[in-house]
């Protein structure tokens, strides 16, 4: 069973950037798909990226262009770096994992889940 651990959330203007860690143990991250999700204050917990095991990415809109997810296989962590936040952005982000192949954008498709970081974004 996957274990995952997110840090790297933290307060940000308006504008500024933030590197997101997901970190994996007991099992090896390369055999499985990941995600993250982020849930604002009051919002369902709602779908950011993903990222295949071969590398492949797919965004919610909202963040294409501006959010970069990726995976070092070697440190069994996924990344999402986050540029250009707005406000809307404030959230806390979590880490999901998947055994298999593919993307996957539902809740329901990850059976593990990180404990979550706090992003906000505010001046």
């Known amino acids: 069973q996957a274990q995952l651990v997110e840090s790297g959330g933290g307060l940000v203007q308006p504008g500024g950037s933030l590197r997101l860690s997901c970190a994996a143990s007991?099992?090896?991250?390369?055999?499985?798909?990941m995600g993250w999700f982020r849930q604002g204050p009051g919002k369902e917990r709602e779908f950011v990226s993903s990222?295949?095991?071969?590398?492949?990415?797919f965004y919610t809109d909202s963040v294409k262009g501006r959010f970069t997810i990726s995976r070092d296989n070697a440190k069994n962590t996924v990344y999402l770096q986050m540029n250009s936040l707005t406000p809307e952005d404030t959230a806390v982000y979590y880490c999901a994992a998947a055994p298999g192949p593919g993307l996957a954008t539902s809740k329901i498709a990850y059976p593990y889940w990180g404990q979550g970081t706090q992003v906000t974004v505010s001046s």
């Open positions: 990222i295949s095991i071969g590398g492949n990415t």
């Open positions: 007991g099992r090896t991250l390369s055999s499985y798909r």
